[in-house]
């Protein structure tokens, strides 16, 4: 691991919750400890092709992301953390990458077909939607890196990257681009508090690292449970009990979850005693988060963004002239 470079990135429509906390955080602060670099990448570019009527809500989150990885402990002077924009070679490399990859290649991304599904596209899909998994092949390749941490939605982009890099390294005879692995986190991905498959910020159903003592209580305490657990005394289930799953992912004790799952299934164990339990944990994780992401200003970000962009650009630069080179059309 310690020759290794990472890239990940997330599109910045919003602040970050406990799904990216489990998801993706934690394993990034794994691997800024056992990597030789790591970049992560505010994908504004990406967040527009879906936000671009909205441009001022992907604007301000840029900041709100920012402020979300240095607070739970990601270190910018290890991490280089840099804004998609401000790197305009990814552009021009998604330009050649766009000659390697069919329209029908695209249309039978999984991930991107259930997003069109979603926004209701119907038959104008934006050009700009359907490439960004070559942008974001673009992303991938730019900065040298081999590893790629991602959830398992991203895998699919993951192997387009691939394909892509096989394809562009046999035509023009070079070894000019790397192949990635994904990093895949330990837990799954995290439901909503309302047992939706996925905690997200448009379904309004997760816990935020920036959220208050008192909302995190309300949300812990409106969590579903066992639906026929109505007597303290009446067994429960455990499986698809959002308390116990969200138990799963942060309480650390696994030995005492095992005896309260066991005494659950039995009978005995209130509901209010295992929120209760729950909450603690999750005060306990989300508090020094939110206390050091309120000391963070907006500046402070603002110089690690533009500093960490300078860094990026020159990785970026030289990938795009390997490319350039590659194809012979260096000119001068
Ligand atoms: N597609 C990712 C998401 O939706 C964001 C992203 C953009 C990304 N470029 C990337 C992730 C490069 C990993 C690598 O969250």
Redesign the pocket.
Known sequence: MKYDTF?????PSGKLHLGHYAGSLKNRLRMQDECLKGYI?V?DV?ALSDNFASPEKVIKSVVEVTKDYIAVGINPFKITIFI?SLIPELAELTIYYMNMVSVSRLERNP?VKAEIKQKNYGESIPVGFLC?PI??VA??TAFDANL????D??LP?IELTNEVVRRFNRLYDKEVLKEVTAVLSKTQRLIGIDGNAKASKSLGNAIFLADDASTIKDKVYSMFTDPDHIRVSDPGKVDGNVVFTYLDAFFENKEELEELKKHYKKGGLSDISLKSLLNKTLQDLISPIREKRESLKQDEMMDILITGSKIAREAAKQTLYNVKSAMGITYC
């Not at 790629?148 to 959830?151: A, E, K, Y």
Request: hydrophobic share 30%.
């Open positions: 890239l990940t990135g997330d599109r990448m994908a990406q998609q991930t960004y942008s974001q992303d991938i790629v941490p991602v959830g939605d991203q982009m």
